[in-house]
């Protein structure tokens, strides 16, 4: 039985500003210029004492409707704690796969840009909906097993990578869902 009580409600974030020297090249587009790469707020409210809502949202160079501009819902999930093993899982995740998707903060990598193998081969930050199980085995193992929406091969390109099939939450064109 779940006891309710009042939500501890966690907020956090980050935000990354560049600074860009461009070249003049002759095309009308050089001159040194801010941007802001990315700004993100967290939210994380406990519903009660073994639900957590899990929330992140993400403005991407301004957020305008410039060039590259985004704004999205980068994660939104309920987590149910039921003991430490096993745990459930279900709404709009990081993908479990590779170090730089999941802690992808620029404090956790040595560049100012994400790692290429991390925006091309696994394409961070790679989010999608689906449900699974996570946990932890002793003091050492921790593991995630999730069924989410897959990859569209289709989109996957040499310049872009697997970056390409990305579905981005709003559409599922595989009869199957991905198991990672």
């Known amino acids: ?31 040194n210029t801010f941007d802001p ?6 939210v ?9 809502l899990n929330t992140e949202l993400e403005w991407e160079h301004g957020g305008d409707s410039g060039a590259g501009s ?11 704690r039921h003991q430490r093993p096993l745990n459930f899982k279900a ?5 479990p796969l590779g170090a730089t998707n999941l802690y992808h903060e620029p404090t956790n ?3 100012t840009e994400r790692p290429e193998l991390d925006r091309f081969l696994i394409p961070s930050t790679w989010r999608e909906m689906g449900a699974g199980i996570h946990g932890a085995l002793g003091d050492k193992v921790d593991y ?10 289709s989109k996957f390109t040499a310049a872009n990578g697997l970056r390409g099939g990305r579905q981005k939450v709003e559409v ?4 199957s869902k991905a198991i990672v």
Request: negative net charge; proline residues 1%; charged residues 25%.
């Open 109 to 111: 990598f040595n560049s």
């Open 144 to 153: 995630q097993l999730l069924v989410m929406n897959g990859l569209d091969g």
């Open 70 to 80: 985004e704004i999205a819902v980068e994660q939104f999930f309920l987590d149910f």
């Open 91 to 95: 709404g709009l995740m990081l993908v």
């Open 37 to 42: 790469h990315r700004f993100v707020l967290y």
């Open 1 to 31: 039985i779940l006891e309710k009580r009042e939500p501890a409600v966690r907020i956090g974030g980050y935000g990354e500003l560049d600074y860009i020297f461009k070249e003049a090249n002759g095309n009308g587009k050089e001159g």
């Open 172 to 175: 599922d064109n595989n009869d």
């Open 44 to 52: 994380n409210s406990d519903l009660s004492e073994s639900i957590t």
